[in-house]
């Protein structure tokens, strides 16, 4: 399946990469331009709208966490991947109803159609609960080595596990792209039926070509048939609360003693994270408090990485607003829709990654004599400070943005659109596009390689749990600036009037909220040690 080098994916990662991007197609079709339709068709505020779109990518993005303990205990993944595509599919064409219905009876303002729609969306979060991790590590599944390829040995498997990784991030952002743009486009221009509709049969053309690529998937064995964590982690609480009941103190004998004396092995430090040892017997209730161990282990890293996930719900939501205000025009008669600006980020990627993949690792080889370049642990870090920098960035263009709209109502010129080119944001997008190559990749490699073999549908759950939680942090954070900067009066920082609103305050403070992750991240990664790395002091000891 791969080719000379051992770094050339097969057919059926590249089949799955294609799948992977016509999914992304699909729900960027929807997500990306959500807040404008929530505002101008449902009516909401936009407060209201960028909170409702940022729990709704909370919840879709936390379900992974939710599903992948069953997808890895109980069920198969191909099979999973069919039934959630089928919940996926199911909300998409829910979704489509929605907008049809309100098209066809403009009257109808009922809170039922309201709820049919938040219904239609929840159900496409649980659809892309168990879709995305089971299809991201099927994919992983076809990968040649059978081994756990972050801890072997061999370089060579790792560095093509790094670009599988790579590549279906290309895909993703690939597709997300062409939803981006195309369908901001479609909906703006053609109207909402259309613009739901189009991802609704994206998404029924990639089940069908993922059912039709059955022949040549890779389907490996449940090496874990009988390896259930949830059933396992009941019994062992019970076994271990069962030996506390009958647990009797025993004074050791003459023997015991002597044996004890005779034993010279000088003690080592035990690692609980390798897999060698605790692979032999993946019933014992030790086996799974282990894994529980380095799920823990990862828990500050994770946490650091959330202000990174809450700058990326500003796009869809805060970015597209202030871009609604803004000269949009090319021309006398084309107008671009302000959610096409998130392509920038994509595209930026889909340009950029390439060039770190040929550039930028052969340089930092040379200088850090490591085979990589950098390190996943470095590799984060770096987008973490560029995603400060592209706030900062949001920041002053917002700046001049109120400045300008101020100079025009002094002058009693009162317009919603600003003489200020929408081009403007582009710097932000492009500095949050370059931060994600860093950053994203490096999540997805760092949980793939930190967690146990046989919860690998788990490393991608990790992965978008933190985007799911930083949406509800997103949610949480404008909550409370809102009930803060509205207290006495006052206009809130979120106000309707775009130019009375104070965004440039919100962006400066996510600024500084992602600057103080960053420096408690460089602290933390200064103290880690990988599951790499504790694997060979274990050898070491031996």
Not at 226 to 237: A, C, E, H, R, T
Not at 293 to 309: C, D, H, Q, S, T
Not at 314 to 339: H, L
Request: glycine residues 6%; positive net charge; proline residues 4%.
């Amino acid at each position: 399946m791969a080719g000379s080098g051992g770094k050339t994916l097969g057919n059926s990662c590249i089949l799955l990469i294609v799948i992977a991007g016509m999914e992304r197609f699909a729900y960027k079709g929807v997500a990306s331009n959500l807040v404008t339709y929530l505002t101008d068709v449902m009516k909401m505020s936009n407060s209201a709208a960028a909170k409702t779109v940022n729990s709704w990518c909370g919840f879709t993005s936390m379900l992974p966490l939710l599903v992948a303990p069953f997808v890895d205990s109980y069920w198969d993944r191909y099979p999973t991947i069919l039934a959630s595509s089928f919940l996926y599919v199911a909300g998409l064409v829910a979704l489509t109803s929605t907008a049809l219905t309100r098209a066809s009876s403009a009257a109808n303002k009922t809170s039922s159609n309201s709820s049919f729609l938040f219904w239609s969306l929840y159900l496409i979060s649980l659809g892309q609960g168990g879709y995305n991790p089971s299809l991201q590590a099927f994919g992983a599944d076809q990968l040649d080595s059978e081994e756990e390829l972050p801890s072997s040995k061999d370089e060579r498997k790792s560095n093509k596990k790094s670009v599988f990784f790579q590549w279906w991030y290309f895909g993703v952002c690939s597709g997300s792209l062409l939803g981006i743009t195309l369908m901001s486009y479609i909906q703006d221009t053609f109207g909402w039926i259309l613009g739901f509709a189009i991802p609704m049969i994206s998404m029924v053309t990639s089940v069908v070509v993922f059912s039709c690529g059955s022949r040549i998937y890779t389907y490996r064995e449940s090496e874990a048939m009988d390896y259930k964590p949830i059933g396992n982690m009941v019994q062992s609480i019970k076994a271990t609360a069962l030996k506390l009941m009958n647990r009797r103190i025993t004074l050791p004998n003459k023997s015991d003693v002597t044996e004890l004396e005779l034993q010279e092995k000088p003690l080592c430090h035990q690692n609980f994270s390798t897999n060698e040892g605790l692979v032999e017997n993946p019933k014992s209730g030790f086996y799974v408090l282990e894994n529980a161990k380095v799920l823990l282990r990862l828990l500050p890293i994770w946490i650091m990485l959330l202000m990174f996930a809450v700058i990326f719900q500003q796009p869809p939501t805060f970015f597209t607003k202030q871009g609604m205000t803004m000269k949009r025009n090319i021309g006398s008669q084309f107008k671009i829709p302000p959610a096409t600006l998130q392509s920038a980020i994509t595209l930026s990627i889909i340009l950029l990654m390439p060039l770190y993949d040929k550039i930028m690792i052969p340089i930092t080889r040379l200088v850090t004599c490591h085979e990589k370049g950098i390190t996943v642990m470095q590799r984060m870090g770096i987008g973490m400070f560029i995603s400060v920098i592209a706030m900062a960035s949001a920041a002053v263009v917002e700046t001049r943005r109120l400045r300008i709209s101020r100079e025009m109502e002094a002058l009693g010129a009162h317009s919603e659109t600003v003489p200020f080119s929408i081009f403007w944001l582009l710097p932000q997008y492009i500095l949050l596009g370059i931060s994600d190559i860093f950053t994203v990749v490096g999540m997805q490699e760092f949980f793939y390689s930190e967690v146990p073999v046989r919860m690998r549908t788990m490393a991608f759950a990790l992965y978008t749990s933190v985007f799911g939680v930083g949406s509800y942090l997103s949610s949480l954070l404008i909550a409370t600036v809102e009930a803060v900067t509205s207290s006495n009066g006052r206009q809130s920082w979120f106000s309707d009037d775009m130019s009375e609103a104070r965004l440039d305050k919100y962006y400066w403070f996510l600024a500084s909220l992602s600057a103080l992750s960053f420096l408690l991240y460089v602290l933390l990664s200064a103290c880690y040690r990988s599951r790499r790395d504790l694997d060979l002091d274990n050898e070491n000891c031996k």
